[in-house]
DNA sequence: GATATTATGTCAGTGTTGTTGACACTCCAA
DNA sequence: TTGGAGTGTCAACAACACTGACATAATATC
């Protein structure tokens, strides 16, 4: 059964992967999660906010004055869903909501000097951990872990990554 | 400070990492765990359960006669938790909870006829687009990808799945 | 044999985060 | 000016995690 290598698919020699190499990725990706949210986890447990505030904040800290409507886009969430983390956010004054001026019916969202110092606080435990784990693993695995985390995102988060990849390089 | 000498994790030459290309992993990894639980999540909409039910039907189908108490360590949540999926599950018959032979008061859980098919096309689907992931990114980069996977989780994760991994072969 | 510990299950209550549905406001274009 | 698209809010509900308390049975220990 020497199926290793079959014809090409695009071009490389198409790659041969049991059931079992699929499946350990697939845990691979379980068990990492869980480790890649744990420190902001433990953080938020102590204040009154769980990971979606995280991811709130974020990407709010990422594209300063995104509106709520682009913010929906990246974080796959329904509007309401995300208003009642803004809500609470802004209310806290983490955030600041600004009413646009060019189109009145958008809200630009902003970290305030208190918000930009938890995404530090939280984004510095989550990047120590990463950068750990990159250090570990050396410069070739770090590209290989790009290359198939970007072939695993379905089509439009593709986009969304790209576009905040390149907009802060 | 010559430190290119050392073991593989304290590796080659240390890396510099800046945070912009950790920020761009903390995305990644947001991004493609998206994708990679959307398929599964679509399948189980339609039925009564969630991803919680198909994190048990996957463990329980990995190690058939598994204890409640290890499906436990595994998953990371509250008996209580688990309890609420697992009756619905054994309820459905989907799960076949026997009492140990040995310690009567252990459970040992496998799937039954119906719970492998579900668990089959669940991990169709998922396995499906793990496939293709790896066929685009190629044997190098799939690599790396369990590499930095395996450095980012907690030692008591990564003991879990290394348990798995090797008692399949 | 009495007592402690372990494994499991259950009930009740709570919090975060997701969902729909309904509705109001703003803007733009026909 | 009217209708539709875009945007945001409130209310209700479901899934799934949590804690705490307690029950039961089996096993381990003294």
Redesign the interface.
């Known amino acids: 059964m020497d199926r290793r290598t079959s014809g090409p698919?695009?071009g490389?020699a198409?790659?041969f992967?049991t059931?079992?190499?699929?499946?350990?990725?697939?845990?691979?990706?379980?068990?990492?999660?869980?480790?890649?949210t744990?420190d902001p986890d433990r953080i938020l447990a102590d204040m009154a906010y769980g990971r979606a505030h995280h991811?709130a904040i974020?990407f709010i800290g990422?594209a300063p004055d995104t509106t709520v409507n682009n913010l929906l886009n990246i974080l796959?969430v329904t509007k309401q869903s995300l208003n009642r983390v803004l809500r609470t956010l802004i209310a806290d004054g983490l955030v600041e909501s600004k009413v646009g001026r060019k189109d009145k019916r958008e809200r630009h969202l902003t970290l305030t000097q208190a918000g930009r110092a938890l995404e530090q606080t939280l984004?510095d435990a989550?990047?120590a951990?990463?950068?750990?784990?990159?250090?570990?693993?050396?410069?070739?695995?770090?590209?290989?872990?790009?290359?198939?985390?970007?072939?695993?995102?379905?089509t439009e988060?593709?986009a969304?990554?790209s576009r905040?990849?390149d907009t802060?390089?």
């Open positions: 698919s695009s490389a198409l790659l992967l059931d079992e190499q699929l499946r350990q990725g697939i845990e691979a990706m379980f068990f990492a999660y869980r480790g890649f744990a991811r974020h990422r796959g984004s989550q990047r951990r990463m950068r750990t784990a990159f250090r570990e693993a050396g410069p070739d695995a770090v590209a290989g872990f790009r290359t198939v985390l970007e072939a695993m995102m379905d988060m593709r969304s990554y905040l990849k802060t390089t």
